[in-house]
């Protein structure tokens, strides 16, 4: 792939999870593959609307021609991690009728009475889509093994659910992006008091989000075996540092495009003469 030359190294490379990973090795301060700072970062990202948008239109643009293909995005992460920044400032700058978001909250009543991937499927992306999960079915291996919701059993069982929906979702033409942004829990705690300090960012804050935070390691260690239990070939995790959110969003910026690029993706060609339709609509 044709890579900005902002990068010294193939980000996908670097923060892809392989075999042998250790959360614990990751530096959230860190910006793996990328040269320069804060500045070059925006850049870059500003740089790279133009083509995301270009092929997600291609994408969506093949949809409507009988191309099954779509692509879903998959976001996890600890509280104040950068989500939201990323729907905003990276799937903001695509045309919004090719994207499908679902925030997956707490389960209903409803939802809890079905097997935990039941919501899940009502929301996985059609042909021609870019679907984002902000949060996802990864939950309930997460906060549902930290919180005890669930025994230990259910959730091994939960780890192989996971590999048989998401391989499901390669084999029906969906390119599946799984990332986790990783944040320090220094870095939290500034963007949590942040949110303490501006009367307009009140509405972000949880109480319970400290609570949570009082359960950082047990939640590393989730991740942890999330990575080792889900980590395939086909749905891959990218753990991307997140103290930095320039970084993180031109991260998931890349990683998309390059989906996007590997799909060889082309116009559709016209069913009509185009010369013809030239014609009658100057004599019109």
């Known amino acids: 792939m044709n890579h900005a030359p902002y990068w010294t190294a ?10 042998g990973f250790r959360l614990a090795d990751v530096d959230p301060d860190s910006s793996p593959g990328f040269e320069g700072g ?34 879903l995005l998959v976001l996890q992460a600890m509280d104040t991690a950068g989500k939201g920044g990323i729907v905003k400032h ?8 090719g994207v499908q978001l679902a925030s997956f909250k707490k389960p209903t009543e409803e939802e809890l009475a079905h097997d935990f991937l039941w919501r899940i ?13 902000d949060r996802s079915h990864y939950e309930d291996v997460l906060i ?27 084999a029906t033409a969906t390119t599946v992006i799984k990332v986790m ?25 949880n109480p319970g989000d400290i609570d949570e935070r009082l359960l950082w390691g047990d939640y590393q260690q989730a991740y942890q075996l999330a990575f080792d239990h889900t980590a395939t070939a086909d749905a891959p995790w990218f753990v991307i540092p997140a103290n930095r959110k320039w970084y993180a969003r031109l991260a998931v910026q890349h990683l ?3 989906a996007l ?23 019109s």
């Open 181 to 205: 942004l990783h944040i320090s829990p220094d870095e939290q705690r500034a963007r949590l008091q942040d949110r303490l300090d501006r009367p307009d960012k009140h509405w972000k804050f």
């Open 121 to 133: 499927h009502k929301e996985v992306p059609g042909p021609g889509l870019i679907g984002v999960f």
């Open 38 to 71: 804060k500045s070059a970062g925006q850049q870059a990202l500003a740089d790279g609307v133009a083509r995301l948008a270009e092929l997600q239109e291609q994408l969506f643009a093949s949809s409507r021609l009988g191309d099954d293909r779509r692509i």
């Open 261 to 283: 690029e590997r799909m060889s993706l082309e116009w559709p060609k016209a069913d009509y003469d185009v010369a013809e339709q030239k014609a009658r609509l100057a004599a």
């Open 256 to 258: 998309l495009t390059d």
């Open 144 to 170: 549902a093994r930290v919180r005890g919701f669930a025994p230990p059993e259910e959730i091994e069982r939960r780890y192989g659910a996971i590999n048989d929906f998401e391989r499901e979702l390669t």
């Open 90 to 97: 990276v799937m903001g700058s695509v045309d919004p009728q």
């Open 10 to 19: 193939d980000p996908i490379d670097l923060l892809r999870v392989g075999e």
